[in-house]
């Protein structure tokens, strides 16, 4: 079974400036997707980032890219000046490139709480 | 709709009642997934359909749980007899391809809190 693992429970950061949250993951799999979502107090998830894992070139979406280092198997997301509007809980996500259903579930990290204090 | 709407937002249930919360996906989305959050932790993954078929259920945690969805569009999460650990937020997902490799569009979840 895959793993998500995110260490920094919390992290701030101030605005303008740059922050790196750290994911790593456990699978045997060689082919899967990765994704980075955002969760604010309204408790919708908002896909931030995907990347999948036979693309070697990192993704990029505006402010916020990845660093996916796969034999590592981290995935850690950068976010570039910082807005107050980025201050949300994060989470990592993991889903397996094979078909059928149970493949297609997510799994999550447990999240990173990112304040970006003005 | 414009996005996947749940309701009710809020649900108090006294121990041993009976809930029900309601996911309505975006119009059209094959797939639909149920999660429960609870508190300080990320969502774990309880069922899936793909249109009006449960093809996956391995992550209910109990028979006191059944999710349906009839007609492929609005789906149900059930919950008998609740008890004090189905606390949580219980999220609903849908996406537009059967295999959700571009992501998923999440709803606000319903928080049960059971007292």
């Known amino acids: 079974a895959q793993t998500v693992t995110q260490s920094q429970p919390e992290m701030s950061v101030q605005e303008a400036e740059t922050v790196t949250l750290s994911c790593t993951y456990d699978t045997s799999e060689s082919d899967y997707y990765l994704f980075w979502y955002k969760q604010p107090p309204s408790r919708q998830m908002i896909l931030v980032i995907r990347q999948e894992a036979y693309k070697q070139q990192n993704a990029t979406e505006n402010r916020f890219s990845v660093n996916f280092q796969k034999a590592a198997k981290s995935f850690s997301l950068k976010i570039s000046d910082s807005q107050l509007g980025d201050a949300a809980m994060y989470f990592c996500a993991y889903r397996s490139y094979n078909s059928g259903g149970s493949n297609y579930k997510l799994t999550f990290g447990k999240g990173t709480l990112l304040t970006v204090n003005p | 709709g414009a996005g996947v709407s749940q309701s009710p937002r809020y649900k108090v249930a006294k121990r041993g009642q009976d809930v029900a919360l309601r996911c309505d996906p975006i119009s059209g989305h094959v797939s639909l997934f149920w999660y429960q959050q609870a508190l300080g932790q990320g969502p774990e993954f309880l069922t899936y359909?793909?249109?009006?078929?449960?093809?996956?259920k391995s992550g209910l945690p109990s028979d006191r749980f059944f999710a349906e969805r009839p007609e492929g569009s609005v789906s149900t999460l059930k919950i008998q007899r609740t008890q004090q650990e189905d606390s949580a937020v219980y999220l609903c997902?849908?996406?537009?391809?059967?295999?959700?490799?571009?992501?998923?569009?999440f709803g606000s979840g319903t928080r049960l809190t059971v007292v």
């Open positions: 359909f793909q249109n009006e078929a449960q093809l996956d």
């Open positions: 997902a849908s996406s537009l391809s059967w295999s959700g490799a571009y992501g998923y569009t």
